[in-house]
């Protein structure tokens, strides 16, 4: 299985990416496809011990920053690692692509190399939410589609519930459809539309959920659309990091904290790694016709690691083929009057 | 001044409530109305030290428990402790209503009664979320309006920016609308036609803010619809308490974390404080001509003393005349092209 890295994108330097992309070649049965500078890659592979036949590359030397326009950057750096790694996925010289970055860039370069996914109308972007007892929410879609209509997001369950009964091992897992409140009388017009066709389809759906159920053990996949789930996603770091900030310049404000802390230090080392989002792997492109992983621009070695691992484990379990099953299950593809009636 | 205190709604025992009424009372320049039970208060008002001149009470039977439906309950229970709350206010018997409940049922109370406020188009409900540095940025509309048009949208920036000013005490509040990234690219026809409408008012809009902005110290006053501020508010009430139950699972796992917890009780203390939400006395039903607060359902003593704070607040500093000014201001009222037409 190859997997193409894109290792010039992002916010940290290539060395660190090119470190997590040689961790998962020696750990995971992948082969790592380095695409980025040539001078930089061969540098900073002497440093590593790695398998000669694990790690190969592909050079690119342009980089999309975390601030270029897709529309634009697309046009004006056709060559940019992350185009250059979503080709090697459209040619058949890689499995799957990885990338630090610029969400819509790798939307992008994933979108118009690959395509999608047949019967799915618009790909999403996953997220996975840590809770209680190492079980996970997935949430979608969490950027990609800012405006969706009822097929979108009954797509998006398909997706959803597709990852979640793989990739997590969830034995059916239970769809709930993010709402101001649970009560049928809730939700915006969209959503009450989307409630009614889920509630006829062949799936686990439990109804309207609440921003706190995320957190919950009630639901495995959380729906919602592109604009609300981006915006709870980044709330939900930003909350995150400000409560370790809290913490720590309290724990600096007495002795007597500070020894207590270290006290806990394995207690509190648990709880970072629960809420360190580089633990998870990024966010899958979800309904591509091909298997891609965008991860935080500040993406680390571990969360390249972590990126591959995700996209080794899609490939592994034919995610895509099981999403397509499921969309015929739900004879989605043919329900092209959802765009034009509300159901009754 | 005089607040009417619905001590029957919600999900703890009226005695509690009473306790929160009756604190209130001893410590602000304010009479509490109780609205409820008569045998309940009277017995419960044995119980605590007050001066006489400072507590009175209205007779109701009937409660909207947190899971009835709004519009029936009114209906059904026109003397409902919430209902009769809301009347006094209208009567001139008391000056605000606080009310630990039912937020359907709360809003509907204050709408029937009290009415909008001129040149608002639709009430909201103002949240308040505590960041780092004993900082706050308020959140609104987080549950009245699941859809909203532009027009709503900026006067919801009006009304917030009068509160951060009075209650807050922020100078020149600056104000951001919430969005899945900051480019103007990004959000919804409705985000990005009120974008071009706020820009071009006299206030200080800082453009589109993501998630996590809430919690920096760039922004004061997050806008946002109804249904994407509910999500948001909730699932950071559920990030907080799911953290605080991995903590408390995590210390409980050794003798030494248990020690280093103890040694820290301070420290948590004050974090437990800044995500405990009934420090911040509620959420002001704000745009509607009258003062009202809703609490939570789970709203203990505190949270119902501090509701009754913040209405005094709001009394004191004439936030709905300063409301009124700041829509002038922006010449809202006038504005009924923004229904019909997109800014350009």
Redesign the interface.
């Known amino acids: 299985m190859k997997i193409a890295v894109d290792i010039m994108s992002g916010e940290r330097s290539p060395e660190i990416l090119i470190k997590g992309a040689v961790e998962a070649a020696n750990k995971l049965d992948i082969t790592a496809i380095l695409v980025g500078e040539k001078n930089i890659i061969e540098q900073a592979l002497k440093t590593y011990n790695y398998r000669k036949d694990k790690i190969t590359f592909v050079h690119s030397s342009e980089v999309i920053t975390m601030n270029e ?1 897709p529309t634009i950057a697309i046009k004006q750096k056709p060559n940019a690692s992350v185009f250059v790694a979503a080709r090697l996925v459209k040619d058949g010289l890689a499995d799957a692509f990885v990338s630090p970055g610029n969400t ?1 860039a790798t939307f992008a370069a994933a979108f118009l190399n690959l395509g999608r996914l047949k019967g799915v109308s618009r790909p999403a972007i996953l997220g996975v939410m840590p ?2 007892s190492d079980k996970f929410t997935v949430i979608l879609d969490v ?1 990609a589609n ?2 969706c209509k009822p097929i979108h997001l009954v797509q998006f369950a398909a997706m959803g519930e597709a990852y979640a009964s793989t990739v997590l091992g969830i034995d059916s897992p239970r769809i709930g459809l ?4 649970t ?1 049928l ?5 969209i ?1 009450q539309r989307t409630y009614k066709i889920l509630k006829k389809l062949p799936v686990n759906f439990i109804g309207y959920i ?7 053990d009630e639901v495995d996949v959380a729906v ?1 659309d ?3 789930g ?14 370790l ?3 720590k ?3 600096n ?2 002795a ?2 500070k ?6 230090m ?2 509190f080392n ?2 970072r790694k ?2 360190d989002y580089s633990e998870y792997g990024g966010a899958p492109l979800i309904g591509i016709d091909g298997t891609c992983i965008v991860t935080h621009g500040s993406s680390n070695d571990k969360e390249i690691m972590n990126g591959i691992k995700v996209a080794s484990q899609m490939l592994n379990y034919q995610l895509n083929k099981m999403i397509s099953n499921k969309l015929k299950e739900y004879h989605i593809s043919k329900m092209h009057w959802f765009h034009r009636e509300k159901i009754s």
């Open positions: 326009i819509g809770k209680v950027g800012p405006e993010l709402s101001n409140g009560e009388s809730k939700g915006t017009d959503t609440e921003g706190r159920d995320i957190f919950s919602c592109g604009f609300t981006n915006i709870v996603l980044k709330a939900l770091e930003g909350v995150g990091k400000a409560l900030n809290i913490l310049s309290e724990i404000k007495s007597l904290s020894l207590g802390a270290i006290f806990m394995k207690s648990k709880i629960k809420v």
